[in-house]
């Protein structure tokens, strides 16, 4: 369900102080859990796999590539892979792309209820006059873009400018129409935790449907620190309001222990419910090559040397 948020509240985020230190720890003991059993790792891998939004983001994008990357995202798995471990129907949760990759994705992913998501606001940076970012919001919705992964001005951050933020991200809210909103705050720009908190705020407060932690473009990107102060602000603001908004980090997420790291985040601090694709999504390029390889092993007891696995 769509988020609609609520009026600006600034009480709410202003004072707050966050423990870096404490905040560390925690996050350390979820990438170390070793409480998960091997039929479960295969489980939660296939979870993963069904969360991730399958994304190129790349200078020299083409078509032919998003229908490679579209193809990968109808058959994420390989069918034999799958079959032993009795799953089928398996996709990943959306693919991600330019505005102007957007139409072929589609083509690409007819008859499937795979979305396309397109980042838009002049991503990465998003340093570009209002009009023009609302401008490209609405071309990818023309274009059939289900999702829409917009950035936010870091600068309102760092001048704790927050009408200004939130005015912003409500004007992208409503150029999104009926698309849902994910809004990349560019966690490895916003210089302290608290920031990170307070942006998450305003995002929420201001309709985004998921809020995603960087464009992968960063010099950091997700990190599980800062993963937590989202889940713990995402909480606070179901407690708040009764509105559920999705989480998605993006960018460096590379492995199998990685996905399994941000599952046990999600489950432990936010509950199961923010396990399926409606409210956690991994973004990434790369991940579902080890992914497949870890399921490989599961189900062979052995690598797979790498001919065997698709490139993805
Ligand atoms: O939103 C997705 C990111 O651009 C993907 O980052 P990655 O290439 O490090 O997986």
């Not at 992964?149 to 409500?170: P, Q």
């Amino acid at each position: 369900m769509a988020n609609p948020g609520t009026a600006l509240r600034t009480e709410v985020f202003e004072t707050l102080h966050i423990n870096t230190p404490a905040t560390e720890r925690r996050a350390a003991t979820l990438a170390a859990r070793r409480s998960l059993k091997k039929d479960h790792q295969a489980a939660w891998l296939l979870n993963a796999v069904r969360c991730i939004d399958l994304t190129t983001l790349a200078g020299d994008d083409t078509e032919d590539r998003v229908a490679r990357l579209c193809a990968k995202a109808r058959q994420p798995i390989a069918p034999d892979l799958l079959e032993a471990v009795g799953v089928t129907g398996l996709t990943t949760g959306a693919v991600c792309v330019y505005p102007t990759m957007v139409a072929a994705a589609k083509r690409a992913l007819a008859g499937t209820a795979i979305p396309v998501a397109s980042v838009a606001t002049g991503f990465p940076a998003g340093l570009m006059p209002l009009d023009l970012r609302l401008a490209e919001i609405r071309y990818a919705v023309d274009q059939g873009a289900d999702e829409i992964d917009i950035v936010i001005t870091r600068a309102h951050v760092l001048r704790a400018e927050w009408t200004a933020l939130y005015d912003e991200l409500r004007a992208m809210r409503e150029a999104c129409g009926g698309a849902k909103m994910k809004a990349i705050l560019a966690t490895g720009d916003l210089k302290s935790l608290e920031n990170v908190a307070r942006a998450s705020h305003v995002a929420m407060q201001a309709g985004s449907d998921w809020i995603k932690t960087s464009t992968g473009k960063e010099g950091v990107n997700a990190t599980l620190p800062v993963s937590l102060v989202m889940c713990r602000a995402i909480r606070d603001y179901h407690v708040q309001t009764g509105h559920k908004v999705g989480f998605k980090p993006a960018g460096g997420l590379k492995t199998a222990k990685d996905a399994i790291a941000w599952q046990v985040l999600m489950a432990e601090e936010l509950g199961r419910d923010w396990l399926r694709p409606d409210l956690f999504r991994i973004g990434a390029s790369s991940l579902l090559g080890d992914i497949e390889r870890q399921i490989s092993h599961h189900v062979t007891g052995r690598y797979a040397s790498a001919h065997r696995l698709s490139l993805a």
